[in-house]
Each structure stands twice: as C-alpha cells, then as structure tokens.
C-alpha cells in the first residue's frame, strides 16, 4: 500500500467508526437509529429499572431515532425527562408520542404523555433524586420536559 492510500485510510477510518457506531442504537453521547431487541409487554411494576442507570429511548418511527436517557419507574409509571432543553427527542415526542424503549435486551412499545401536574412532577422528582442522587434540571412542570411512557 502506497504512503498516499495509507494516509487515505487513516482519513476514512473515523469517519466508518461513526458510521459504524450510529447505525444502531445510540452510543454514549451520539444518537442513534432503530433500537434491536426482544418485544416485550410493558411491565405492570415499573421499578425493576432502579437497578438500571441508563435506558435507550427510540423516537420518530418514519425514521427512528434514539437516545440514551436516565429514567425514573415509580409503580406502573416510567418518566424520562429533558428539564427545560427541547432537545430533538422531546420535539418528536411532542410531534409523535409514539416510542419505543429499551431496558437491557427487551424492547417496549410505549406512548410518551408530558406531565402537566406539579404534584406529579413532585413525587417524579424525589423519585429521581433517590435513584441518582441529584435532584432533576428544572422542576418547574410548566419549563421542564417530564415524559410519563404508557403502554400503546
């Protein structure tokens, strides 16, 4: 291989490893595509995701796209939460609230519904504070972007 291919290669190579890494799932920070796992129903007790730190959230269906996210079960209630960044997840929610959620290999169909009520949001928040230890950006119901993820 000529000094001029090599140095070709070198060029491409992460431009391929971001091809490579964003073409599933999400990875670290980097959003990614359609979530891959085993269909699942929604659980009825959502608190087995205590013991889970992050989950991955699919959005958009015509061209899903996905994020990694903290998330909160309280009962047969699941939140994700953006506090007051209308990043590109909360806008396709907002325009489409259908997603789909992966917990470990097992994939969800779920419906998002922003919360509306500070009292809601309240008992969401010292949910949130107990799980990782920090209360959550922006408590204001009205500011913040709480998502509560229902069975379709």
Not at 52 to 77: K, M
Not at 94 to 113: F, H, K, M, N, W
Request: hydrophobic share 40%; charged share 25%.
């Amino acid at each position: 291989m000529s000094s001029h291919d090599r140095l070709a290669a070198l060029r491409l190579a992460p431009l391929l490893a971001l091809v490579v890494l964003t073409a599933c799932g999400p990875t670290l920070l980097l959003p990614g595509g359609a979530l891959e796992g085993e269909p699942a129903s929604a659980p009825e007790d959502w608190r087995f995701t205590d013991e889970v730190s992050t989950i991955q959230l699919e959005t958009h269906p015509q061209d899903p796209y996905s994020v990694n996210l903290w998330a909160v079960g309280i009962g047969d209630r699941l939140y994700v939460h953006a506090g007051a960044n209308r990043s590109t997840w909360v806008e396709h929610l907002e325009a489409d609230p259908s997603a789909r959620l992966r917990v470990d290999d097992r994939i969800y169909a779920l419906t998002a519904q922003r919360v509306g009520s500070q009292d809601e949001f309240d008992v969401f928040a010292d949910a949130y504070e107990a799980k990782y230890g920090t209360r959550p950006r922006e408590e204001d119901v009205n500011v913040a972007y709480l998502f509560r993820l229902v069975p379709r």
